[in-house]
């Protein structure tokens, strides 16, 4: 068996669940690579040409169509899209993406897969018909990041987030992004230790066990019992204290003014951390946007009930999408007559009352963060 094909063959067993079974990436991904005898060398290879070719699905279609003039089946497209991505986005040589991949292809299509792999290498894409193909992005997609965040700033997310996700560890060894201690490090700015604070949509915990790291006692609510088992397994692997309620955000059942502070991580599209999901892309529609951005809004208003007289509520979502933002926060404040806390400090961009990072600040997750006075 040639060198390299056990790992495509991996990958491509994720990638046909992922394309006609629409699992989540990184859940199968996971559950492939446990039940594997792969090393981890093979492991990380793996994961790259998954999340590889599920993010430039497009582009490598639009390669592929070029030299295509009939319909193939699934499973050909799925092997093709993969000796694609590694001929032209992966960095592998091109003998070797093209003979191991063919491997790979069952024999009715493996001379197929052979001629059309061979003539990609030869006759690589010189001029890509929009920036939304190259890029690998639906139009809507790429058209709403231009409207919300300017072109320039656009493209330079959409090409952040077609790169691998950086790997970032906490001190005490759990894995999250640095927007996401961000916001954490906001939510308890000022507190002291014996202050509250309640995280209204915890899952999987890695805002709550930041923050109750520091001494702030913090509760940690979800809305389903599976998701805060999530929550569970993070506090017991850090031994960390803190309380844990499976609750309804929309119907938090605390007493009112019971918390100095509130985080309501919402909800979101996720369009701030598309290199970390992988397929969020194909999966996200312009109707869950507007969807989505009425779920936040309940829940700060239910929320808002739950901060003591002189707290703060915290409004943060891993997008960027105006919807999501800006609109929620003008909304909220019109309803509530709350007032802003001002400006957050850098690198937070500005971003109408709140701040924003984008992925290519902080070569990091996308955030938008708003914090509110309660009186």
Not at 59 to 78: G, K, S, V, W
Not at 156 to 177: C, F
Not at 312 to 327: M, P, W
Request: charged share 25%; hydrophobic share 40%; with cysteine.
């Amino acid at each position: 068996m040639t060198d390299g094909v056990a790992p495509r063959r991996t990958a491509v067993k994720v990638l046909e669940r992922i394309e006609n079974d629409g699992a989540f990436a990184n859940l199968v991904l996971n559950a492939t690579l446990e039940k594997s005898k792969l090393d981890s060398r093979d492991r990380a290879f793996v994961t790259e040409m998954v999340y590889g070719t599920t993010r430039m699905r497009r582009a490598c279609d639009h390669t592929l169509n070029r030299f295509l003039h009939d319909e193939i089946e699934p499973l050909a497209r799925t092997i093709l899209r993969l000796g694609v991505w590694q001929i032209i986005f992966g960095g592998v040589p091109a003998h070797a993406a093209v003979s191991a991949t063919v491997e790979v292809a069952p024999r009715r299509f493996r001379g197929l897969c052979n001629a059309v792999l061979r003539r990609i290498a030869e006759n690589p894409v010189t001029d890509w018909p929009s920036e939304a193909i190259e890029l690998s992005y639906p139009d809507w997609l790429m058209d709403r990041l231009k409207l919300d965040v300017g072109e320039q700033d656009a493209l330079g997310m959409a090409k952040t987030m077609n790169e691998p996700a950086l790997a970032v560890t906490r001190s005490d060894g759990y894995h999250q992004d640095l927007s996401s201690q961000m916001v954490a490090e906001l939510a308890v700015d000022g507190l002291k230790a014996g202050d509250s604070i309640l995280d209204l949509c915890a899952a999987p915990g890695g805002k709550a066990t930041l923050m109750a790291s520091g001494g702030v006692w913090t509760v940690a609510a979800d809305v389903r019992e599976s998701r805060i088992g999530l929550v569970v397994e993070n506090v017991q692997r850090l031994n960390i204290d803190l309380s844990l309620v499976v609750s309804d955000g929309c119907f938090p059942p605390f007493k009112p003014k019971s918390f100095n502070r509130v985080l309501v991580d919402a909800p979101c599209s996720g369009l701030g951390v598309l290199r970390r999901r992988a397929d969020a892309r194909w999966r996200v529609s312009e109707e869950e946007i507007e969807r989505l951005s009425s779920l936040q809004e309940k829940l700060l208003l239910s929320a808002l009930n739950l901060v003591a007289s002189g707290g703060q509520l915290i409004y943060s979502v891993c997008t960027v999408t105006s919807t999501e933002t800006t609109e929620v926060d003008e909304r909220f404040r019109a309803k509530t007559g709350i007032q802003s806390c001002g400006l957050l400090p850098e690198p937070w961009r500005v971003h109408g009352q709140g701040g924003i990072l984008l992925p290519q600040d902080l070569n990091s997750e996308g955030m938008a963060v708003f914090r509110y006075q309660v009186e």
